[in-house]
């Protein structure tokens, strides 16, 4: 996906931002506007929390928990879903030095 996350995040009906890291992590830092927070580890259980008819866009740290997530959604039967390369680390660093960062590429 070439589109980027902060303009995505800012279109009148934003796509289902998840976080699949844990608590702690979640409370240190998130994305401005993540739906919901559910670990990768319980993503699995909780699948049926989601809607697979809407557009999700998966986090984590640096890609690879989302990486996991993306591939347990897909198992799933949801098709509109991508995850953040990098994670919240490459999102972080882009924000701040003015770049909004790639989703999925």
Known sequence: MSSELATILQQPDPP????????PESQ?????????????DELAQRVHELDPNQAIIIYCRSGNRSGQALNILKQSGFTNVRHLA????TWQGQVVSGISPCVGC
């Open 16 to 23: 289902f931002l998840l976080d699949v890291r844990t608590l």
């Open 28 to 40: 240190a830092a998130s994305i401005p506007g993540t739906d919901a927070l559910i670990p990768v």
């Open 86 to 89: 990098g994670g919240i680390n």
